[in-house]
């Protein structure tokens, strides 16, 4: 299993919003590609403080070539519409795991 993690820290001011739009049409629409099999958004508990809350976003793929599918065919779109909704209130980084 490939896990694809995409850790977010989100300005309080955004939260709502951004909580919203991850749960109502960013997760959705990435399933609805077919590719994830699972998607988990999870918040840090363990949080410094440093003026927004910390998230993070897993979606497990079957394989390496699922994941390379989504990436090649609808990352890029994702993350563009992701940016221009919420530029300069969030900064992230992204993880690719696998599975022991």
Partial sequence: MIVYNITVNISYEAEKDWLNY???VYIPEINATELPLDCKL?????????EGSTY????????????LAYQT??????Q???????????VSFRTLLEEA
């Fill in 80 to 90: 563009e519409r992701h940016h221009e909704l919420f530029n300069g209130q969030y």
């Fill in 22 to 24: 991850m749960k109502s």
């Fill in 42 to 50: 999870l918040r840090l508990l363990t949080e410094i403080e440093n």
């Fill in 56 to 67: 993070t976003t897993q979606f497990t793929f079957r394989t390496m070539e699922d994941f």
């Fill in 73 to 78: 065919h609808f990352q890029s779109d994702f």
